[in-house]
């Protein structure tokens, strides 16, 4: 992001170096920004402004006189643009101190790279774009107010002090409610239905946000790309991590006046690599099925890493796995993946689903290979949005163990 001057912000941008000071205001903060630049970018101050966030501003070199007081924090952000060698030395410091205190921080702009250490809280975003930082935020300061509740619980403390945490537990609870939907937001608004498809889509979080992200896109008049990735485990470091997915999830290159739809083995290796080349902290690693279907031919290509194979059932009721190995995304940069393709036709769907959504579909068996459920066999003949429903109130009625809580997300296709 480049700074961009215009009037419209002067009055904001002058307001908030009002506050560049080097003590904090005397109420929770939700974000503090670390910068040796006289002014903040315009778009960040008119990003936190629009979504009543709660902001300032101090000096990097400042930060020592500030610590006592970082119970107040939600999460900061660093620009570490401009910093001479020694500031940039002392960055980890900073950064220690702040995840002692369970403190996520957004490092803006930086390529300082640190040779000991993993900061698990921490992420760079070099080009991010708004709506890429808004979601870091609101999963940030969700985060931090989430520990905040849990350490209100673990140890007693004065009446008026649990009266402060439950406050702040209350804040964590909307927070995180608000980065649900902002999650939600990167999510498709509509399916490409039509007379020849229909799609049907579920959704659901294990908590206020998920480690699922699908999509369902109408790449040109002939293909349409769809996928459903899962980040290993929930809550909100995978929901970060969907964030990366949504955005190194690429489907379709365009250039000048031409344009390339990527093969789903191409969309799968390119997502691997850039998972593997960002060496992201606290063994984040993510499993994806992506699919191609040609419209016109009802061709069916596909690729998988690591994730649950596709469900296709035929018109006449026969269910079908189809398989084909991949492992998981993130691991190694080099990792090899197949792909294979599927001849649909007319009464066919096709199911594209998460892991948490396995124990109502089967499970392996030694002896017998994959069996599917009864309750999955009872709705296979229903159409696809019938179908999606009755899924979706068999797992509100089912008493999941605590281990086979997860996220949910389930894409329906049926070929008209």
């Known amino acids: 992001m480049q700074p961009q001057k215009d009037d419209s912000t002067k009055a904001t941008i002058t307001a908030l170096a009002a506050t560049a000071r080097h003590d904090l205001p005397a109420e929770p903060t939700d974000v503090l920004i670390l910068s040796n630049k006289p002014e903040v970018l315009p778009q960040v101050v008119r990003l936190l402004s629009s979504r009543g966030i709660k902001y300032a501003k101090i000096p990097v070199d400042a930060f020592g006189q500030i610590r006592g007081q970082l119970a107040l924090i939600g999460t900061v952000i660093i620009d570490a643009s401009g910093l001479n060698l020694s500031q940039q030395k002392n960055l980890h410091h900073v950064i220690d101190a702040l995840e002692a205190q369970n403190i996520a921080t957004i490092l803006l702009n930086s390529w300082v790279e640190f040779e000991d250490g993993l900061y ?217 993946y197949l792909q294979s393709s599927a001849q649909l036709a007319r009464g066919d769907k096709l199911f594209l689903y998460s892991d948490g959504v396995e124990p109502l579909v089967g499970k392996f068996d030694t002896h017998n290979g994959f069996l599917f459920t009864e309750e999955f066999k009872s709705i296979r003949r229903l159409p696809v949005k019938e179908a999606i429903d009755s899924l979706n109130t068999m797992i509100a009625n089912k008493n999941f163990s605590v281990a086979e809580t997860d996220d949910i997300t389930v894409i329906g296709l049926e070929i008209l």
């Open 120 to 336: 698990p809280l921490s992420g760079k975003l070099f080009s991010a774009t708004l709506e890429e930082l808004w979601g870091r935020i609101q999963a940030n300061i969700a985060y931090r107010k989430k520990t905040i509740s849990l350490s209100a619980t673990a140890r007693p403390d004065s009446e008026n002090d649990n009266a402060n945490k439950a406050a702040m537990a209350d804040m964590m609870s909307e927070q995180l409610k608000m980065a649900g939907r902002v999650q939600r937001d990167f999510l498709p608004s509509h399916m490409p239905n039509s007379e020849k498809l229909h799609w049907a889509t579920l959704f659901k979080p294990a908590e206020w946000v998920s480690g699922d992200i699908y999509d369902v896109a109408r790449l040109d008049e002939h293909h349409i790309g769809f996928y459903v990735a899962d980040a290993v485990g929930h809550s909100l470091p995978a929901a970060l991590l969907t964030i990366f997915l949504k955005h190194e999830m690429i489907m379709r290159e365009t250039s000048d006046h031409t344009y390339k739809i990527f093969e789903p083995v191409e969309v799968i290796q390119n997502l691997n690599r850039r998972m593997a080349q960002q060496k992201l902290s606290g063994c984040q690693f993510a499993t994806c099925c992506y699919c191609l279907l040609n419209i016109d031919t009802l061709e069916l290509s596909f690729a998988r890493g690591g994730h649950p194979y596709p469900i296709l059932v035929r018109q006449d009721g026969q269910i079908e796995q189809l398989q084909i190995r991949g492992p998981l995304l993130g691991i190694f940069e080099h990792a090899e």
